[in-house]
């Protein structure tokens, strides 16, 4: 089945510094990718819907400047926490879109000291 | 996309059929039902969709009523390794097709 990667599974940055975490469709092509950031013991909550080639669409509370996300290819996106601050620190979970939904990547545990 | 409602958490025996239902009493015509799971620490995994037929795959199987206001996932002989958060989401497979991800099931499955 399709394979989506996401590097790296796991950071730990000092406050103040930033962080690009990627995501890669390893067998196929993905016009769309979503971004997800899951805190513990709740649920997935998206964060933008990554368009290949366009502005990624924020969901509302998303603060843009300081989530970029840049889809320049059919295979990649990255997603990059700015000034990251320790309430940043979460788990960032990619998915490609596909015909019958979506694949996740397996997710990145992101520690900001 | 029309809301979901699951059960917080279940239990299950091992080698049992794990049954998770969930509703979706405001799901629309054109909307699938889709099941994922998320196991500790991973990214989810696809399960199985259906849109108003039962569906069956090596994984599991859905079955979802007449009026496809509610639905039923079944893991039909439960090991420790299905011991995970279980996701029922609906939306439509056209449009903007984003996953929204209610608080889904957390199944443990029992020795």
Same mark, same amino acid.
């Given at each position: 089945?399709?394979?989506?990667?996401?590097?790296?599974?796991r950071?730990?940055?000092?406050?103040?510094? &930033?962080v690009?975490?990627?995501?890669?469709?390893?067998?196929?092509? *993905?016009? /769309?990718?979503?971004?997800?950031?899951?805190f513990?013991?709740?649920?997935?909550m998206?964060? *933008? /819907?990554?368009?290949?080639?366009?502005?990624? %669409?924020?969901?509302?509370?998303?603060?843009?400047d300081?989530?970029?996300i840049?889809h320049a290819?059919l %295979?990649?996106s990255?997603?990059?926490? %700015?000034? *990251?601050h320790?309430?940043?620190?979460?788990?960032?979970?990619c &998915? *490609?879109?596909?015909?019958?939904?979506?694949f996740?990547?397996?997710?990145?545990?992101?520690?900001?000291? | 996309?029309?809301?979901?409602? !699951?059960p917080?958490?279940?239990?299950?025996?091992?080698?049992?059929a794990?049954?998770?239902?969930?509703?979706?009493?405001? @799901?629309?015509?054109?909307?699938?039902?889709?099941?994922?799971? $998320?196991?500790?620490? $991973?990214?989810? !995994?696809? @399960?199985?969709?259906? =849109?108003? #037929? #039962?569906?069956? #795959?090596?994984?599991?199987?859905?079955?979802?009523?007449?009026?496809?206001?509610?639905?039923? =996932?079944?893991?039909?002989?439960?090991? =420790?390794?299905?011991?995970?958060?279980?996701?029922? @989401?609906?939306?439509?497979?056209?449009?903007a $097709?984003?996953?929204?991800?209610? !608080?889904?099931t957390?199944?443990? @499955?029992?020795?």
């Open positions: 089945g399709a394979v989506v990667s996401q590097h790296p599974s950071v730990i940055c000092k406050s103040g510094t &930033s690009k975490i990627e995501c890669r469709s390893l067998d196929f092509q *993905a016009t /769309t990718m979503f971004w997800y950031r899951q513990p013991k709740q649920s997935l998206l964060m *933008a /819907t990554s368009n290949e080639g366009s502005k990624a %669409t924020y969901e509302q509370g998303v603060e843009k300081k989530f970029l840049n290819s %295979t990649l990255t997603l990059t926490v %700015t000034s *990251a320790p309430e940043d620190s979460s788990f960032y979970i &998915s *490609a879109r596909v015909p019958i939904g979506a996740f990547g397996q997710g990145t545990r992101l520690t900001v000291v | 996309d029309a809301k979901t409602t !699951q917080p958490s279940m239990d299950c025996a091992e080698g049992r794990a049954n998770l239902p969930c509703n979706h009493s405001t @799901i629309s015509g054109n909307e699938y039902v889709y099941w994922y799971r $998320q196991i500790h620490s $991973q990214g989810p !995994q696809y @399960i199985i969709h259906g =849109l108003k #037929n #039962n569906e069956t #795959n090596e994984m599991a199987s859905l079955i979802i009523t007449e009026d496809r206001k509610s639905s039923t =996932l079944i893991l039909p002989h439960a090991t =420790l390794r299905d011991t995970a958060v279980y996701y029922c @989401i609906v939306r439509v497979v056209e449009g $097709q984003k996953l929204v991800f209610g !608080q889904g957390r199944l443990t @499955i029992n020795p």
